[in-house]
């Protein structure tokens, strides 16, 4: 991939940032030059920002990190219009019900501990149990989110890939994450697996320019 190529990954909170960041600061991703993580505020908010970033011709492709609660659908309908059919196959990703789903695949030991829920005082509990340490019940407070992510490191990282390998990769089903997809593109290493990426959008906008 040209070394001057520059994508972003539109995530729809703060927990979702500071996740991605964590892994950028770890080395595990491409960095801050190369990939701009942006903050959409909340998924209902994605579309419009999404929209705003693709017409701005700043990026070579603008992935998409998501839950699949209310919004979800519009978000894939939205990246559709914008780009051309097929555009949401590439670009949206997600994680059902929700992060929490990847967080917790990092503590899990033997087998994945598995959320059907976005109830964020319930899945603190979940990660507490796993051996997580942050003060109070869980409600995503900064101090609370930081404690979180200075727990990841790259060994617990490789365990999430092996735990998250085994879940289905339907936004249909929960809990199911595409994640491993984006990772094989992103990861520090993945730029055949980004280059065939951006070929197929290119013939997906070419193809939507000559209808």
Known sequence: MNQHFRIALLVEGEEEEDYWRRLQNLGLILDEKRLAVINAKSINKIPAKFHEKY?????????????????????????????????????????????????????????????????????????????????????AKEEQRSAIMKQINRQNYQRMKELISSLPQADTQTPSTNIMRLLSMIEIGGTDNLDSCLQRLNAIENKDNES
């Open 55 to 139: 017409a701005s011709g700043r990026y070579y492709a603008i992935f998409v990190f998501c839950d699949t609660d209310q919004g979800y659908a519009e978000v894939k309908r939205v990246v559709e219009n914008t780009v051309g059919e097929g555009a949401a196959a590439e670009l949206v990703f997600f994680a059902s019900p929700c992060s929490m789903t990847i967080l917790l695949a990092h503590f899990s030991k033997d087998e994945l501990v598995i959320t059907k829920t976005v109830n964020k005082k319930k899945n603190g509990a979940l990660l507490k149990d796993l051996g997580v340490a942050f003060d109070g019940d869980y409600d």
